[in-house]
């Protein structure tokens, strides 16, 4: 892989000087925004076939041009590769699609899926599923699909570190690329692809509680973090729903970030989403005049948890996920300086540590 | 779960049994309790997605007669229950029961794509309405995350090298799937009979 520019059409430039050999079992790495998604996307075509711009440069997949048939993606956001009703169909889609028999395909997905552990998921509905679950199931599509290449955008993003094992083990046996910000993970790789990460100490004040201001499922201070912790399936998302419904029933303001950012924007510009003190604080000043939801996953997820500091109670889902390390004491730190009292699911067990209390479903 | 291809007969009479007896109450009555005994509450719960749509339904038939307004409802509300036959049934024993009455796969797997979109929307639906405060906000959120999922749904269908291959499945009826087609079957000779006979709908 040899680019010396991607530039996409709104002239944002997607990558530059980046030459490289992928053999296997490599790990990225690299600041939110870095090209970690875009080096992905061009070795499966999605550059320049499906996102246009401007490339100057040559990519070569074991001699031949990159298409999906050699190199499978398996993207960011479980829920945005869903094609199916059900798991097992989730699953077989792709291999029939590679020409291999529904009833060979079906035999073949069932396998992996006992390998992975998770044969339990086989027959249920793709919706009824935890993002972590459909997580694992969109990685067992593409190991089943026996591709060249397996290339994973963040898939540990929404796994606890059982599962991560899990993958790893399973992935190991394939030629594969992980593009990944939880860098606990990175000795498990042969090789790491720096593209520019510097871990940035921040100072974090020390927690003052105030009073009780929440009561429900769980007791939240003023000015208190609570981690809500677990294996993927377990209920996180559910327990942080039920909290925000008491919250809405008391009719107590607060900010709710669910995994899938594009729910909480509504605005023309992340001007208009966000208060313009967060617009700093979160690092939005350069992409304050654009429409939310033209931004990467990450900075998308950005904006809804600043739009959500408007509150003095804050939900999260997963803020760390898309995000580099430095993001996550960030996080803290704006919590801590802002008083605001948050609880927050998460698989990142740093976060989790930088919390005052963890809970664990 | 009802079979795929019984869903769809049965499904299929059920609408043309409504259509032919002129809207008939009596029929729309049986097609709704039928579906009911069949779907519990599921029924309801789509039913409730649909109430603006009857609504509707019943504010502009009410121009007519209040008589014509109550037949309409009914029927278009025994129309929309039939569709919770398919709605609530296994998506790729759908496919495979239209891939049997000869259905071209490609239209086959077009139309399983949209079938899986549906209760992924509709729990987008549910999040965004937790998250957004304000009917406006809500609509548009709903809007763009719409356009969000079909842009990535096509990316997902290159990744995944979609070759217009449908997925499906499909088993021998049960007992309780000859039953429901025999229901069907009945309602339709019923339905027949009142057209055939021109038994006006207020008479039965």
Known sequence: MSIKLFQYPNGSVGLRDFHEVFSGSEFIRGRTGSGKTTILRMMNGLIPNFYSGELIGRISICGSKPNPRDVYLVKQEPEEMVTCCKVIDELVFPLVQRGVSLAEAKREAESICEEIGIGDLLWREVFTLSTGELQLVEIAAGIASSPLFLILDEPFAHLSRRNVMRVLKMIKDYRHIVAEHRLEFEPYFDRVVDLGLEEIEVEIEKPEFGDVLYDGELSLREGELIAIVGDNGAGKTTLLKEIARDLSSKRRKFGLVLQSPPYHLCKNTVRDEVEERFLKEFELESVASRHPQSLSSGQMRRVAIAKAFSSDIVLLDEPTAGQDINFRRKLVQLLRKYKKSAIIATHDEELAKLCDKVVEV | ?204
């Open chain 2, 1 to 204: 779960m009802i079979e795929g291809r019984i869903c769809l007969i049965s499904v299929l009479l059920l609408s043309i049994s409504i259509y032919v007896s002129n809207f008939n109450y009596l029929i729309s009555s049986i097609v709704i309790a039928l579906v009911a005994i069949l779907m519990r509450e599921k029924v309801l719960k789509l039913l409730l997605l649909f109430v603006p749509v009857i609504f509707i339904v019943l504010i502009s038939s009410l121009l007519v007669s209040i008589e014509h307004a109550v037949i309409t409802t009914m029927a278009f509300t025994a129309l929309i229950s039939t569709g919770s036959l398919v709605y609530h049934s296994d998506k790729s024993e759908i496919a495979g029961a239209l891939l049997y009455f000869k259905i071209p796969e490609k239209i086959v797997s077009l139309l399983s794509f949209a079938v899986a979109m549906f209760p992924i929307l509709y729990n987008d639906f549910k999040n965004i309405k937790l998250v957004q405060r304000g009917y406006c906000s809500l609509v548009k959120s709903f809007i763009s995350t719409v356009i969000l999922r079909s842009l990535s749904f096509s990316e997902s269908l290159y990744i995944k090298s979609f070759n217009y291959k449908a997925v499906y499945s499909s088993r021998n009826p049960g007992k309780f799937d000859i039953i429901l087609l025999m229901l069907c079957v009945g309602i339709f000779a019923l339905s027949v009979n009142l057209k055939f006979l021109h038994v006006p709908y207020w008479s039965c």
